[in-house]
């Protein structure tokens, strides 16, 4: 059976809630999965694939989420990997493409290493928020924006990763 990490770097808990739907999403398709915070990966032998996702405050990942990236360059670039952001809330920046911006130095990493793909959901506001930037980020979030997390999307990026690493016949 496929053995998949799924780890993640998570402030508030928002990312870790959508690690833990990717990892229930890849054992309905009958996968092994581990869900773990980075920080208690130790290694990844016995691992077939890897899942990353780090929150993004600031177009800048946790830190623990790039030094796992450093950390495990060697191995991550022998597995499949997929790479996940999660964090902006609001209307997407206006870009070309309409998305949200990323960390540059970090895609490069990621591309560099091979990671079959990288998408970025939308983040959740601090339901408890601690300082006077949070306060004001969630203070000035209108209610309709303050969870962007598209769960709809999340499954449908979780399935195409499981279809990737345990194809099933289609009668």
């Known amino acids: 059976m496929t053995s998949v990490l799924v780890a993640y ?34 290694d990844l032998a016995g691992y077939d694939a890897v899942v990353l996702g780090s929150a993004v405050y600031m177009k800048r990942w946790r830190g623990e989420a790039k030094a796992f990236l450093r950390s495990r360059a060697d191995e991550l670039s022998q597995l499949p990997f997929w790479v996940f952001s999660s964090g902006p809330v609001g209307e997407p920046a206006k870009t070309p493409n309409g998305s949200w911006l990323e960390p540059p130095r970090v895609m490069g990493r990621v591309e560099h290493l091979g990671a079959r793909e990288h998408v970025v959901f939308g983040g959740r506001v601090p339901a408890d928020p601690h300082g006077p930037i949070e306060r004001a980020m969630a203070k000035g979030t209108p209610p309709a924006y303050r969870d962007m997390r598209d769960w709809d999307a999340v499954r449908a990026w979780t399935e195409r990763i499981a279809s990737e690493l345990a194809p099933v016949a289609v009668p």
């Not at 508030?12 to 229930?24: D, V």
């Not at 996968?31 to 920080?39: I, N, S």
């Open 9 to 42: 770097a998570s402030k508030h808990g928002a990312t870790k809630e959508i690690a833990e739907a990717i990892a229930s999403g890849l054992r309905e398709n009958g996968l092994a999965v581990d869900c773990r915070e980075v920080g208690d990966v130790r």
